[in-house]
């Protein structure tokens, strides 16, 4: 199954020398197979795939988020996969009983650059999580945006400890899915992934 969902996705090998990165975040990895075991979204095979991938090697231009990967597991077109990526982000924000808005213009914000040149360190760890900040206030409110609650409660968690950290104010983090390529377009413009 990884082997044709790899295949579909135009998966190619790393060059030889390159430094070896995992295909998914382990932490988003873990709580995001939880969830989608804990609300029955995903069968025990899928969850090993998944899994396989995950803690596997990365292997293309990008890491892959968990819930693309399921959706190459279970659609053949990629064409077909962002509605899969966007029912999945869906179906697990419900089940985590906050259903988050899907927002289609969030390619269009531009990047919150003050904001990460004051916080080197949560550049690095949204990058990680693929979460791009779509609106920084000041350090109070900040906006995030993913495809997958579970990177999304991560990086809220990472940004509010990290600020609280810093100034003694935690700031009010809201959160909001996007369409799969406004997800892809942000990654690229705020990461270079």
Known sequence: MQAQAENQAGVHSMPPGSA????????????????????????PAELKELQHHGHGPLRGPRPWDALEFLAALRIREPEARPLEVERLGR?????????????????????????YDVNESLLLECRKLMTPVLYAE???????????????????QTIMQCIADKTG????????????EGWISLCQQQFGI
């Not at 000041?138 to 809220?156: K, T």
């Open 138 to 156: 000041e350090l109070e409110v900040i906006g995030i945006g993913s495809i997958n609650p579970a990177a999304l409660r991560i990086s809220a």
């Open 20 to 43: 070896v990165s995992l295909a998914t975040d382990p932490a988003c990895l873990s709580q995001t197979c939880r969830l989608l075991e804990d609300h029955g979204l995903a069968t």
């Open 91 to 115: 179906s697990l924000s419900q089940s985590l009983g906050q259903p988050l808005a899907l927002i289609p213009f969030a390619s269009k914000m531009p990047t919150p650059s003050v904001f």
């Open 169 to 180: 104010t935690t700031p009010m983090v809201s959160s909001v899915l996007l369409h799969h």
